[in-house]
């Protein structure tokens, strides 16, 4: 950020009295603008055996498998951002279980929680941001083409939990993303 987005002057970046981290600070009006980290919240939608992937139509990781998922709105549960963003995505209508994977991933200062949830019907309809949806066996996901790596361990975390009948809350710490496997 180079300018305040309460009076338009340019900010500086330094550590304000009483504070142990640079922030954003205008010199004008004394804002302090924080940043902090977002949260993405997603769902883990299933009809029978199958699981339902969206292939992105956008960057980044474009043309890539991946659960339907987006940043949290403002003035939303993250069980409402869950649903929004598989109608968003995929035109699919669930009903959302359980949370069942709290990813921290603190290199890009993101959080990503996704949910269980079941298809009412397996019908989609891809959004602007979705190439597709389909549903997958475990057998045919396209493990070398997932697009990021909290849902390949989402994914990889369902696939254990349903062959021993015990379905929990997954957590784990990711690094940044590394670069992509050719
Ligand atoms: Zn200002």
Not at 15 to 39: E, F, M, S, W
Not at 103 to 108: A, C, F, H
Request: hydrophobic share 40%; net charge negative; charged share 20%.
């Amino acid at each position: 950020m180079n300018f305040c987005s309460q009076c338009g002057s340019p900010v500086t970046v330094r550590v304000p009295p009483g504070d142990n981290l640079p922030r954003h600070v205008c010199d004008a009006c004394g804002t302090i603008h924080y940043q902090n980290p977002k949260v993405v919240v997603g769902a883990l939608p299933v009809w029978n055996e199958q699981v339902l992937l969206c292939r992105r139509a956008i960057e980044p990781r474009y043309g890539l498998w991946t659960l339907p998922a987006g940043f949290m709105e403002n003035n939303e549960t993250a069980a409402e951002g869950a649903v929004r963003e598989t109608q968003e995505e995929a035109g699919a209508r669930v009903e959302l279980g359980p949370m069942f994977s709290f990813v921290d991933i603190p290199g890009i200062s993101q959080i990503h929680i996704i949910f269980q949830a079941t298809l009412l019907a397996p019908d989609f309809s891809p959004g602007e941001e979705t190439l597709e949806a389909a549903l997958f066996d475990e057998s045919d996901v396209p493990w070398n083409e997932i697009a990021f790596r909290s849902v390949e361990f989402t994914l990889r975390k369902f696939f254990e939990d349903r062959r021993s009948g015990n379905y929990r809350l997954h957590t784990t710490a990711l690094e940044i993303h590394p670069p992509l496997r050719t």
